[in-house]
């Protein structure tokens, strides 16, 4: 009995037989999802130069699309009318304290860095953090530090425990000059902060008059034979017989030209005014001409500092009206002086005025000028608006009221250029201060026509406006514009000595 075959299976039987192509059963589609996607946001990368309405997807924190096309995550924010920029990086931090954080993740900051002064012992500081914060944190090794320890100080308070310290003017020995055997003491302590994860050498010379220019060259040498940068809080003018305030930043790029070191010299607002055009021109020759140098400010006519500090030793005797450029910060009252010396002996924070806004805005419109903030602790009260306020007051009174600088220039200062000038010591920078495929989820995402400061010399502790999402390694910290408590997605950044020990 012959079976029958029905046709359509006979068919195809057939059909394969004779090698034809056969239809394939649909298959379903994949849609890839993203662990988040920030949605149709104005996407601006200084290093490739994107300024374009883009879709960013994220996973594991870090970038890892930015498409024109819409994408599905499994936590979407929708970003039109807002910028997606990378978190900014502030170099010259020293509120290094979770209430000072807290500040910075509202100035939309994911990483704050403490290169000035620095740290000393730096395996304590870091140790002291614990791993973990609201955004990324690290140090230098602290000169200051160092050199106490060298000169036969027994306690170091050069911020070793996470405290803020720049040494009081009765102590000997930050006046006194270090011997050769004291030197060379002090070279292989600031090498084992390094091999303890630090960031680089910190020196704050207004605090150390006893710090000789041969020192400095020594200790430059150091850093330049592992490859280390060195960031200055320059000399006192008053150092320099006739040198005026070009004197200090010719010290220090002279032993940079001798040496191949890496120079940052901070704050050139608070060094240079009113001589800020000639000191940047400094820079830029000798950088042109091969010397690796870079500057920084905050954008502030006022600076701060401690009173009882070395830094105020000349003030004795001035004219009356000097001190009234004085306010105290803990109480906003302007000085006296009598109350400069009542206070003086008590110990705290002080503000100083009188710089020149018209400087400063120059300063601040400069694309090669760094922007950091030199923000101090908010951990003990009352501070410097600068700390809550420098990255949004940048963006608001001077891109978007004043027009100062384009916001690729401004948002270059914040994010790029401070992530380029520790690459070669940290290589996890390179990762940061993009928004490109591949580079960590740090993003500051930000209303371009509300964003602003809102701190004030007299009420310091007020977040800035207008900074919507602030993301850490893909977690948010700041969310619709409020901080979200219980993350501590922010790590330890260490230069790369740390891992050859």
Not at 176 to 182: N, S
Not at 187 to 194: A, I, K, P, Q, R
Not at 393 to 402: P, Q, T
Request: glycine content about 12%; overall charge negative; aromatic content about 6%.
């Amino acid at each position: 009995m012959v079976q029958r075959v029905p046709w359509l299976l006979l068919a195809a039987g057939l059909s394969a037989c004779s090698g034809e192509p056969q239809p394939s059963a649909p298959q379903p589609v994949t849609v890839e999802s993203y662990d988040l996607v920030v949605a149709g946001g104005r996407v601006i990368d200084p290093e490739s130069g994107l300024d374009a309405v883009r879709h960013v997807g994220v996973r594991d924190g870090a970038v890892t699309t930015i498409s024109e096309s819409p994408l599905t995550g499994v936590t979407t924010v929708e970003a039109a009318g807002l910028v997606v920029a990378p978190g900014f990086i502030d170099l010259h931090a020293h509120g290094q304290d979770p209430v000072s954080s807290r500040f910075q993740a509202m100035d939309g900051v994911t990483t704050a860095l403490e290169l000035e002064i620095g740290a000393f012992p730096v395996d304590r500081w870091y140790a002291r953090r614990g791993g973990a914060s609201r955004i990324n944190y690290g140090a230098s090794a602290s000169h200051q530090g160092a050199r106490l320890r060298a000169l036969g100080r027994a306690m170091v308070r050069a911020n070793a425990e996470g405290t803020f310290s720049l040494g009081e003017s009765g102590d000997g020995a930050l006046y006194r000059a270090a011997d050769d055997d004291e030197l060379a003491r002090l070279g292989e302590l600031m090498e084992s902060g390094l091999r303890e994860g630090a960031i680089g050498f910190g020196f704050g010379l207004g605090y150390t008059p006893g710090a000789s220019h041969r020192e400095l060259l020594r200790m430059f040498e150091v850093a330049a034979a592992h490859d280390a940068p060195v960031f200055v809080h320059l000399r006192s003018s008053g150092a320099f017989t006739r040198g005026g305030a070009l004197a200090p930043f010719q010290e220090v790029i002279a032993n940079a030209a001798a040496t191949g070191v890496a120079l940052h010299i901070v704050h050139l607002n608070s060094t240079s005014d009113p001589l800020a055009e000639e000191a940047l021109a400094m820079i830029r020759g000798a950088r042109e001409r091969g010397v690796d140098v870079t500057t920084e400010a905050y954008p502030y006519t006022a600076s701060a500092s401690l009173i009882e500090s070395p830094l105020f030793d000349g003030w004795v005797g001035r004219p009356s009206q000097a001190y009234g450029t004085l306010q105290w910060v803990e109480t906003g009252e302007r000085l006296t002086p009598e109350t400069f010396e009542s206070y003086r002996r008590q110990g705290g924070w002080v503000i100083m005025h009188g710089r020149s806004e018209a400087i400063n805005e120059w300063i601040v419109g400069q694309p090669d000028v760094i922007a950091a903030s030199d923000g101090i602790p908010f951990s003990e009260g009352r501070a410097h608006p600068r700390g809550a306020g420098t990255f949004a007051r940048i963006l608001g009174h001077y891109v978007r009221e004043r027009g100062a600088l384009s916001l690729m220039d401004a948002l270059r200062k914040m994010t790029l250029l401070p992530a380029q000038r520790i690459e070669g010591i940290v290589p996890e920078m390179a990762r940061k201060g993009r928004v490109q495929v591949g580079s960590d989820a740090d993003l500051t995402i930000f209303d371009p026509e509300r964003i602003i400061d809102r701190a004030t010399y007299d009420a310091p502790d007020q977040y800035s406006a207008g900074i919507k999402h602030v993301l850490v390694a893909g977690t948010f910290v700041v969310r619709d514009g409020a901080l979200v408590d219980g993350v501590e997605p922010g790590r330890p950044l260490r230069g790369r000595h740390y891992m050859e020990r």
